[in-house]
Protein backbone atom coordinates (compact mmCIF):
# COMPACT_ATOMS: atom_id res chain seq x y z
CA UNK A 1 0.00 0.00 0.00
CA UNK A 2 1.90 3.31 -1.32
CA UNK A 3 -0.55 6.04 0.58
CA UNK A 4 -3.54 5.41 2.86
CA UNK A 5 -4.85 8.38 1.68
CA UNK A 6 -5.42 6.60 -1.53
CA UNK A 7 -8.04 4.19 0.24
CA UNK A 8 -11.35 4.80 -1.03
CA UNK A 9 -13.03 2.58 1.70
CA UNK A 10 -12.76 1.17 4.44
CA UNK A 11 -14.72 -1.62 6.36
CA UNK A 12 -14.67 -1.37 10.55
CA UNK A 13 -17.67 -3.70 11.47
CA UNK A 14 -17.45 -5.43 14.47
CA UNK A 15 -13.49 -4.51 15.49
CA UNK A 16 -15.23 -2.90 18.99
CA UNK A 17 -13.52 -0.24 18.97
CA UNK A 18 -12.35 1.36 22.24
CA UNK A 19 -13.83 3.67 23.94
CA UNK A 20 -16.96 3.22 22.36
CA UNK A 21 -17.03 6.40 20.79
CA UNK A 22 -16.79 6.61 16.76
CA UNK A 23 -12.74 7.48 16.22
CA UNK A 24 -12.00 10.31 14.35
CA UNK A 25 -10.72 10.03 10.66
CA UNK A 26 -9.25 13.41 10.05
CA UNK A 27 -7.83 14.16 6.31
CA UNK A 28 -9.27 10.32 4.51
CA UNK A 29 -10.48 10.25 0.90
CA UNK A 30 -12.79 7.80 2.12
CA UNK A 31 -15.64 7.45 -0.41
CA UNK A 32 -17.42 4.27 2.04
CA UNK A 33 -17.24 4.07 5.54
CA UNK A 34 -18.65 0.94 7.49
CA UNK A 35 -18.67 1.42 11.23
CA UNK A 36 -21.48 -1.33 12.36
CA UNK A 37 -21.61 -3.63 14.94
CA UNK A 38 -19.08 -1.71 16.17
CA UNK A 39 -21.28 -0.89 20.39
CA UNK A 40 -20.38 2.74 19.03
CA UNK A 41 -22.71 5.02 22.04
CA UNK A 42 -21.36 8.29 21.13
CA UNK A 43 -20.07 10.51 18.47
CA UNK A 44 -18.24 13.21 19.43
CA UNK A 45 -18.12 16.52 17.88
CA UNK A 46 -15.53 16.81 14.41
CA UNK A 47 -15.83 12.87 14.16
CA UNK A 48 -15.87 13.58 10.53
CA UNK A 49 -13.57 16.14 10.07
CA UNK A 50 -11.75 15.62 6.64
CA UNK A 51 -14.04 13.15 5.09
CA UNK A 52 -15.57 15.63 2.31
CA UNK A 53 -15.48 13.18 -0.18
CA UNK A 54 -17.52 10.13 2.02
CA UNK A 55 -20.67 8.96 0.21
CA UNK A 56 -21.81 6.38 2.39
CA UNK A 57 -21.71 5.84 6.14
CA UNK A 58 -22.71 3.29 7.90
CA UNK A 59 -23.27 3.07 11.62
CA UNK A 60 -26.40 0.41 12.00
CA UNK A 61 -25.77 -1.83 14.72
CA UNK A 62 -24.12 0.17 17.41
CA UNK A 63 -25.29 1.32 20.62
CA UNK A 64 -26.41 5.45 19.87
CA UNK A 65 -28.79 6.79 21.96
CA UNK A 66 -28.72 10.33 20.71
CA UNK A 67 -27.18 12.39 18.35
CA UNK A 68 -25.70 16.01 18.50
CA UNK A 69 -27.07 18.64 15.94
CA UNK A 70 -24.98 18.92 12.92
CA UNK A 71 -22.76 15.94 13.33
CA UNK A 72 -23.07 15.00 10.30
CA UNK A 73 -22.31 18.72 9.01
CA UNK A 74 -18.73 18.19 7.48
CA UNK A 75 -19.63 15.45 5.17
CA UNK A 76 -21.64 17.82 2.28
CA UNK A 77 -21.30 14.52 -0.38
CA UNK A 78 -22.94 12.55 1.87
CA UNK A 79 -25.57 10.38 -0.29
CA UNK A 80 -26.57 7.30 2.25
CA UNK A 81 -26.39 7.16 5.88
CA UNK A 82 -27.52 4.48 7.95
CA UNK A 83 -28.27 4.54 11.32
CA UNK A 84 -30.77 1.48 11.75
CA UNK A 85 -30.80 -0.87 14.82
CA UNK A 86 -29.35 1.53 16.91
CA UNK A 87 -31.14 2.95 20.60
CA UNK A 88 -32.35 6.36 18.95
CA UNK A 89 -35.01 7.59 20.77
CA UNK A 90 -35.04 11.40 19.44
CA UNK A 91 -34.21 12.86 16.42
CA UNK A 92 -32.63 16.34 17.09
CA UNK A 93 -33.73 19.67 14.65
CA UNK A 94 -30.46 19.93 12.25
CA UNK A 95 -29.30 16.75 12.61
CA UNK A 96 -28.86 16.81 8.86
CA UNK A 97 -27.64 20.05 8.04
CA UNK A 98 -24.97 20.06 5.63
CA UNK A 99 -26.20 16.99 4.01
CA UNK A 100 -26.68 18.60 0.75
CA UNK A 101 -26.48 15.25 -1.00
CA UNK A 102 -28.48 13.55 1.10
CA UNK A 103 -30.48 10.59 -0.90
CA UNK A 104 -31.07 7.35 1.25
CA UNK A 105 -31.56 7.61 5.10
CA UNK A 106 -32.12 4.76 7.43
CA UNK A 107 -33.59 5.20 11.06
CA UNK A 108 -35.05 1.31 10.81
CA UNK A 109 -35.54 -0.40 14.04
CA UNK A 110 -34.71 2.38 16.82
CA UNK A 111 -37.30 3.43 19.49
CA UNK A 112 -37.81 6.91 17.90
CA UNK A 113 -40.58 8.30 19.70
CA UNK A 114 -39.96 12.53 19.03
CA UNK A 115 -39.28 14.49 16.06
CA UNK A 116 -38.17 18.28 16.56
CA UNK A 117 -39.09 20.40 14.36
CA UNK A 118 -36.56 21.01 11.76
CA UNK A 119 -35.28 17.31 12.11
CA UNK A 120 -35.61 16.59 8.16
CA UNK A 121 -34.99 20.35 6.60
CA UNK A 122 -31.60 20.96 5.40
CA UNK A 123 -30.77 24.89 4.83
CA UNK A 124 -29.48 24.81 0.89
CA UNK A 125 -25.31 25.54 0.52
CA UNK A 126 -24.17 29.21 0.63
Known amino acids: ?5 QIQSSNLCSVYLEPKSCPAFANRNYEELW ?5 I ?23 LSSLAAGIFSDLPKLERLDLSQNKLTEIQSHLLDGL ?13 TTLHPGCFSTPSPT
Open 1 to 5: MKNST
Open 100 to 112: YSLKDLSFWNNKI
Open 35 to 39: LYKNQ
Open 41 to 63: SEIEAGAFRGLEQLKKLSLSHNE
